[in-house]
């Protein structure tokens, strides 16, 4: 089955700098990968998703990439402020049957400092 | 619209009883998925649901089952209760039935099993 790994496990920036969620994903056949943004004791929130055709996203300050030869896609996030501060899960798609799942990753928590 | 609800918010049962869980979707959200997180194992799929069906069915043991009525609501039900149960039970709702695309998640139901 569909196994994702995620790293780094915590991450800590300087407010305005960057930061780099990396996944990575073992099923060549997934082609849907979404991050989720979990601030402590809320509901995880979908903030980006990109699909297999695609190999680049962006809204705003969040960006995702996707690698599908390399089976690795990315979350970078610029000029960061506090309220980015929360746990960020990346997602990979896996075939049951006839029809889909989502297989998380482990999660990043990510402190950005004022 | 009014988000993804879910009742009970924090549910506190001793080992061996059971529980049931309900989840309210996005009004026009005929798909409902379950998840389990907790602090080890992250998030995990439990099962999914669309026109009262379960189209998909995660890991976990026969302990674990779920419906869904006609008006898209679900619940789901844990019987005989372990102590390694206790976690934040998540429900995501979606207009793509048997695909994970775009899923909302509610604010959960956290267990506490004692």
């Known amino acids: 089955g569909e196994n994702v790994e995620q790293h780094p496990s915590t991450l800590s920036v300087q407010e305005g700098d960057s930061a780099v969620i990396k996944c990575t994903y073992s099923?060549?056949?997934?082609?849907?990968f979404p991050w989720y943004k979990q601030e402590l004791g809320k509901r995880p929130q979908l903030i980006i998703d990109?699909?297999?055709?695609?190999g680049e996203k962006k809204d705003q300050r969040i960006a995702v990439t996707l690698n599908k030869t390399a089976k690795h896609f990315s979350l970078h996030i610029t000029e960061t402020q506090p309220e980015d501060s929360a746990v960020y899960f990346c997602a990979a798609s896996e075939k049951v049957g006839g029809s889909e799942k989502l297989v998380f990753g482990k999660g990043t928590k990510l402190t950005v400092n004022p | 619209k009014a988000g993804v609800t879910q009742t009970p918010r924090y549910l506190i049962k001793t080992r061996g009883q059971q529980v049931t869980l309900s989840c309210s979707p996005i009004?026009?959200?005929?798909?409902v998925s379950w998840y389990q997180q907790t602090p080890g194992q992250g998030l995990q799929f439990l099962f999914e649901?669309?026109?009262?069906?379960?189209?998909n069915k995660g890991n976990f043991p026969g302990r674990f089952s779920g419906r869904q009525f006609s008006n898209s609501r679900s619940e789901m039900n844990v019987s005989t209760l372990e102590l390694g149960d206790s976690a934040l039970y998540l429900c995501?709702?979606?207009?793509?039935?048997?695909?994970?695309?775009?899923?909302?998640f509610g604010p959960g139901t956290r267990l506490t099993v004692t």
């Open positions: 649901y669309f026109s009262e069906t379960q189209r």
């Open positions: 099923d060549s056949a997934s082609n849907y």
């Open positions: 009004s026009g959200h005929r798909s």
């Open positions: 990109i699909r297999s055709n695609v």
């Open positions: 995501a709702s979606s207009t793509h039935p048997g695909s994970p695309y775009e899923q909302y």
